[in-house]
């Protein structure tokens, strides 16, 4: 019986997830092991290579493994409530607020910093100042 499908780099290409990241996603069980060769090749069908494209978009989207492990189960079986994904995506989103809320107060203070040192020798700088003294530094990281 010959197999089909397509292999390794030709899935990584298509679905966007660098080889050596479609094995991690073997080890961990994101992706079920292909199917092999005689020649002991992998063999990617096209259920693999979507699968893999939703794991790469949910990993740009900052969801951790077992978020997507859990995203993954709900979209194996449809049948279930939605509620799982609701709270999965909630809780990024909580997140996400989370840092950006950081990276505002870390704006804030960069400016302050720039525009503290504008002119001046390195003595007088108010980044070297403020980057030697933390206790200087507005933002506060969470």
């Keep these: 019986m010959k197999l089909s ?3 390794i780099g030709e899935a990584a290409k298509r679905s966007g997830v660098k080889v050596p990241t ?3 996603y073997e080890q961990v069980g994101l992706l079920p092991a292909p199917p092999r060769t005689d020649g002991n090749r992998r063999l990617y069908e096209a259920a693999d290579v979507r699968r893999l494209a939703f794991i790469r978009h949910a990993r740009e989207l900052g969801f951790e493994v077992d978020a997507i492990r859990t995203l993954l189960d709900l979209q194996d079986n ?20 989370q840092r950006i809320a950081s990276l505002q107060a870390l704006k804030v203070e960069l400016q302050r910093m720039a525009e503290g040192c504008r002119h001046g020798r ?3 700088c108010r980044v070297i100042e403020i980057l030697a003294d933390h206790d200087k530094c507005l933002h506060v990281h969470h």
Excluded: K, N, T
């Design 122 to 124: 390195v003595d007088e």
């Design 22 to 24: 479609i094995r991690y």
């Design 5 to 7: 499908g397509v292999a």
């Design 78 to 97: 449809p049948g279930q409530s939605c509620a799982a994904a609701d709270a999965i995506a909630q809780a990024r989103l909580v997140e996400v607020e």
